[in-house]
């Protein structure tokens, strides 16, 4: 089906439709793509739950927990070899896959009435039917102990802030139905990822005593949350029009037409605080390089090219500022890990 067809009647009826209704599935067409296309059709509706089509959501989710690795890996003493973090790594990678997963079931579990309402999320499995809620939040279950399993692999360090993650990411859901900041919650969430990455390479939150470290690591959590409601604001300028009718909140809603100057002023914030923790932490020129100066070319980039008021070009600037500002942040880290241990070799 073309997709012009489905978008054009997609924006017509999505905020039409009743909450209760199922959207008319002659307009559905699955996710496509190699993975998508080689699954049991039984099995898609429960792919689509865990967003294996849209990959750019896990990066979001994991990130984090890379940053917190890589940040450990260049103040402990001694320094933790590349083995150990790239197990760590590996370990939160999939970790990441299942409660990432469990995050999306259980949001969709709770979001199916209002996505009815909403011409891009109509056709989610549980608001088209394709899933029922009770399958769904079994699913869910079935991810949080796969996802468990793996973090019982690591340090019990990780578990308080885990914990954490969990329950803040369960709740955000419910926050866009009470406040127009639910993009706060999820980044104060996902930045959460950085105390585990940290704790998984043998760092103990609780026994941190160096004032600049605590300080650097806030500011990076800090940058986390911002970076996090930066990419989010984008997308959520992808449902905009369909939230202002069906009473969906969120910074979109709140901010509309001065979105940009505002994301200047978080980019802004972003840059400042990636630049104290690189500071606190002596980091070397190829961090603020990376790190500073590549994260402030690709938000300021983003601003200044995406098309807010085109849901398309929304969507293709979540994904790559989510991609692209991840690598140059953990990508200075990762240059910073690499000098100090050659440095300790050489030495």
Request: charged share 10%.
């Amino acid at each position: 089906m073309n997709p012009k067809v489905w978008n054009a009647q997609a924006s017509i009826s999505g905020s039409d439709a009743a909450p209760d209704s199922l959207p008319d599935l002659s307009f559905y067409t699955a996710p496509s793509g190699r993975l998508m296309s080689s699954l049991p059709i039984s099995l898609i509706p429960y792919a689509e739950l865990m967003r294996l089509h849209k990959p750019a959501g896990y990066y979001a989710f994991y990130i984090p927990h890379l940053i917190g690795t890589l940040y450990a890996s260049v103040l402990m003493t001694p320094i933790p070899s590349l083995l150990h973090l790239l197990r760590a790594n590996i370990l939160l990678i999939v970790g990441s896959l299942f409660l990432r997963g469990a995050a999306c079931t259980w949001n969709d579990t709770l979001d199916a009435p209002l996505d009815r309402l909403v011409a891009r999320c109509r056709y989610r499995p549980v608001a088209r039917g394709a899933v029922s809620p009770l399958a769904a939040n079994i699913f869910a279950m079935i991810q949080s102990v796969f996802g468990a399993i793996i973090l019982y692999q690591l340090p019990p360090t990780c578990y308080p802030p885990a914990t954490i993650l969990v329950m803040t990411i369960g709740i955000y859901p419910l926050a866009k139905r009470i406040t127009n900041y639910p993009q706060a919650l999820l980044g104060f969430s996902l930045a959460v990822g950085q105390f585990v990455g940290a704790a998984s390479m043998g760092m103990d939150l609780l026994q941190l005593t160096r004032r600049e470290v605590i300080a650097a690591m806030g500011c990076l959590y800090v940058s986390n949350i911002v970076n996090a409601v930066i990419y989010d604001a984008v997308y959520a300028h992808q449902d905009l029009k369909d939230d202002l009718k069906a009473g969906v909140k969120s910074v979109a809603v709140a901010w509309q037409d001065y979105t940009k100057p505002v994301l200047c002023l978080l980019s802004t914030a972003e840059i400042i605080l990636l630049g104290a923790a690189g500071y606190l932490m002596r980091m070397g020129p190829i961090y603020f390089a990376s790190s500073v100066f590549g994260t402030a070319a690709v938000l300021f980039s983003m601003i200044w090219k995406v098309r807010l008021e085109i849901p398309s070009s929304c969507w293709s600037w979540f994904k790559w500022t989510i991609w692209l500002t991840g690598g140059t942040i953990s990508g200075g880290l990762l240059a910073e890990y690499l000098v100090v241990t050659i440095s300790a070799v050489v030495h």
